[in-house]
């Protein structure tokens, strides 16, 4: 199995930057990649970003393309998301997961990013 934890969020202003964190652990060698989703109020969860485990491609949804940043450790089983220029239409909650093969089966708890106009 695998636990993701999140971390990084908390209240920020327009125009900020913020640093998310997802930390894995437990059976992480099967891990084909992490990715970042978001679920704003009253809408449904997207995808946000994700990055391979080995080769390190990234993908991003068009929204954030420019703004935000995927990044990973492998030393930490870590990724990162770096969001800039951060807008009130990015407040949601915030989560990572990871997945072996097609879905994602392994979900932090979120973390929310609340984006002050």
């Known amino acids: 199995q695998v636990q993701v934890v999140e971390s990084g969020g908390g209240l920020v202003q327009a125009g900020s930057s913020l640093k998310l964190s997802c930390a894995a652990s437990?059976?992480?060698?099967?891990?084909?990649?992490m990715g970042w989703f978001r679920q704003a109020p009253g809408k449904e969860r997207e995808f946000v970003a994700r990055?391979?485990?080995?080769?390190?491609?990234?993908f991003y949804t068009d929204s954030v393309k420019g703004r935000f940043t995927i990044s990973k450790s492998r030393a930490k089983n870590t990724v990162y998301l770096q969001m800039n220029s951060l807008k009130p239409e990015d407040t949601a909650v915030y989560y990572c997961a990871a997945r072996e093969t097609m879905n994602y089966n392994y979900w932090g708890q979120g973390t929310q990013v609340p984006v002050s106009s």
């Open positions: 437990g059976r992480t060698f099967n891990i084909y990649d």
């Open positions: 990055i391979t485990w080995s080769a390190g491609t990234t």
